[in-house]
């Protein structure tokens, strides 16, 4: 369908407004043609992808199916290679004689049709389908790469030339072990296998009898794999010849990253943590996929008085904002949401990370570099000479960058951050005890944001779950909701690989610097008593933000339990 026409039958049938169609040709102008039109209002939130389906469906008068309840034949998927699959975004469903059922999302794409009749010989039957469906269903179907188990029955184990932990290392036999076809087909297929189950890390580790490999997805680890102990040196040496490591060096950690091209133009990033163990060296890798990153504040998970708090105090022109929780709650994304809302012409956003994660046009990012000097407070230091609006300082770790952190807020500056703590009220001990005042501490902070992510529960099997009323009040559960509320957990299916949950949800405690808590701060109040003072100025806890999400039936009580700790 022309780009015009599609969006003037939107427009016409009142499911968009002509700004929205204005909006989206802009974007689609500015991608220079690549991307559909559907794609970029279903992408915008202009439209949404059911709704959109179905009005396709109605007016080329093609019926609309879930490819989801479809098991496809392989003879049937072999009519269309994979390269016209891919071009044309189709996937062929059924065989009947000599018409062929595809499907697509654009079923007004007569040249796709016309070109699958001359290539196949047959007669040709659309259904629409959405788009993601589409990609989900041509990636499963035209999947290439062989199964972790058939790759692992492929490696001649005796064939290979290792090098023991005892024995002197010789780099040109791990180099060669490294370049082994099972080797580097086995290696390859964990990473895309991980790109595919959508991992967020990959844990590589050798044990004394044995080596396994696990993913983290949605938060928690499974383990994929138990590859032969004998390969562990081969494995460990060609990730580190891929993140241009030092393989002769086994006693030190290191660091490095590796980028991978995928199809469609798509890349991805892979940081690379190598950490010598007992029993040889375990590799950590944080899979950085940009394609995925939410940077739109109200899709957190945020509630809207915490939202709307948060905002506030980021837009405030000094001053400093912190993030705080433990590893992997998503503390980095939410500070990038935020520069990415404060990222204008006519600020100068600067940021000192460590690592730098994702990069980001019209913010200047600068990588640490303890080795050479190159801190978070050397490079703030240099920051202040730079006319800065926005500072974002990848964690505050000591009382040198947090003091420089403090100054810089009271001095004009907007500062954000992230710390390591608990809760909320936690952080303000923790910046007492690196030795700042705490009259600066009161001045200086406007926010405090502490998070955890926990996972949703599966759309597909989603069911309920009766958790009885006492149970949900001991908990923390007002009286009144917990004998009205319904509760839903996962059943588990293919689509969250059985675990019952799919992605991952955020729960906040954000507590903006009111007076009453500048003055227990000024009193020297301890972490308690400014929890209390929070509580009952209505600012909620991380419990009680978990819990407005078990009530919305975003998430289970298993996770509200397993991620939060009661309120005292």
């Known amino acids: 369908m022309h780009v015009s026409r599609l969006g003037e039958l939107l427009v016409s049938n009142s499911l968009i407004t002509k700004e929205q169609l204005k909006q989206a040709l802009a974007e689609q102008k500015a991608a220079g043609g690549q991307l559909r039109l559907g794609s970029i209002l279903v992408r915008e939130n202009l439209i949404s992808e059911a709704d959109l389906t179905s009005f396709l469906s109605k007016q080329y008068g093609v019926p609309t199916i ?4 479809y098991e496809v034949e392989p003879s049937v998927v072999k009519i ?3 390269e016209i699959a891919h071009k044309y975004q189709i996937v062929p469903v059924n065989r009947a004689g000599s018409t062929l059922i595809i499907a697509m999302s654009d079923p007004s794409n007569i040249f796709a049709i016309d070109d699958i009749k001359f290539m196949t010989g047959y007669n040709v039957e659309v ?4 788009e993601s469906s589409i ?12 199964s972790l188990a058939d790759v692992m029955n492929d490696l001649e184990i005796d064939d290979l030339e290792v090098v023991g932990d005892d024995e002197e290392v010789d780099v040109g036999s791990l180099e060669r072990a490294t370049e082994d076809a099972p080797v580097v087909k086995l290696v390859n297929l964990i990473l895309t296998d991980a790109i595919k189950k959508k ?31 004998k390969l562990k040196n081969a494995i460990t040496s060609r990730i580190k010849i891929m993140s241009e490591l030092d393989i002769a060096e086994r006693r030190l950690p290191q660091d490095g990253r590796i980028k991978i091209k995928l199809g469609g133009g798509k890349d991805m990033d892979f940081r690379v943590s190598v950490l010598p163990t007992l029993f040889g060296e375990k590799i950590v890798l944080r899979l950085l996929d940009k394609s995925n990153l939410q940077l739109d504040m109200s899709k957190l998970g945020y509630e809207h008085e915490a939202l709307a708090h948060f905002q506030r105090e980021i837009h405030k022109p000094f001053g400093m904002v912190l993030v705080t929780g433990p590893t992997g709650s998503g503390k980095t994304v939410s500070l990038y949401s935020a520069l990415s809302e404060l990222n204008k012409v006519t600020e100068n956003i600067s940021t000192a990370e460590d ?3 994702f990069n980001f046009a019209g913010i200047n990012q600068v990588q640490m570099h303890e080795d050479i000097g190159l801190n978070f407070a050397a490079a703030l230091r240099a920051f202040l000479r730079q ?3 926005v500072i974002m300082i990848g964690e505050i770790r000591d009382f040198e960058t947090a003091e420089i952190g403090v100054k810089a807020a009271l001095t004009g500056h907007l500062v954000l951050s992230t710390l390591h703590t608990n809760d909320a009220p936690s952080t303000i001990n923790r910046l007492l005890n690196m030795g700042i005042e705490p009259f600066l501490v009161a001045s200086a902070v406007n926010l405090i944001s502490a998070q955890r992510l926990a996972r949703r529960v599966c759309s597909e099997c989603k069911q309920v779950e009766e958790v009885p009323p006492q149970a949900l009040i001991d908990a923390g559960l007002p009286r009144e909701l917990a004998e009205s509320a319904v509760c839903y957990r996962g059943a588990g299916c293919p689509k969250c690989n059985g675990t019952g949950y799919k992605g991952r949800v955020g729960f906040y405690q954000v507590m903006p610097m009111l007076e009453p808590i500048r003055e227990l701060i000024l009193n020297g109040a301890n972490t308690a008593e400014i929890k209390r003072e929070s509580m009952r100025l209505g600012i909620k806890t991380m419990r009680q933000s978990g819990l407005t999400k078990l009530v919305e039936g975003v998430t289970s009580f298993e996770e509200v339990l397993r991620v939060t700790v009661a309120d005292d």
């Open 66 to 69: 879930n490819l989801a309840d």
């Open 80 to 82: 269309i290679p994979a």
């Open 127 to 130: 259904v629409v389908v959405a």
């Open 135 to 146: 990609k989900a269903a041509i990636d499963k179907l035209y999947d290439q790469s062989a």
């Open 199 to 229: 991992a967020s890390d990959i844990h590589i580790e050798p044990y004394e009898k044995y080596f396994r490999v696990r993913y983290r997805i949605d938060g928690v680890l499974y383990e994929v794999m138990k590859p032969p102990l």
């Open 355 to 357: 690592p730098v994660e």
């Open 387 to 389: 006319d800065p609006d």
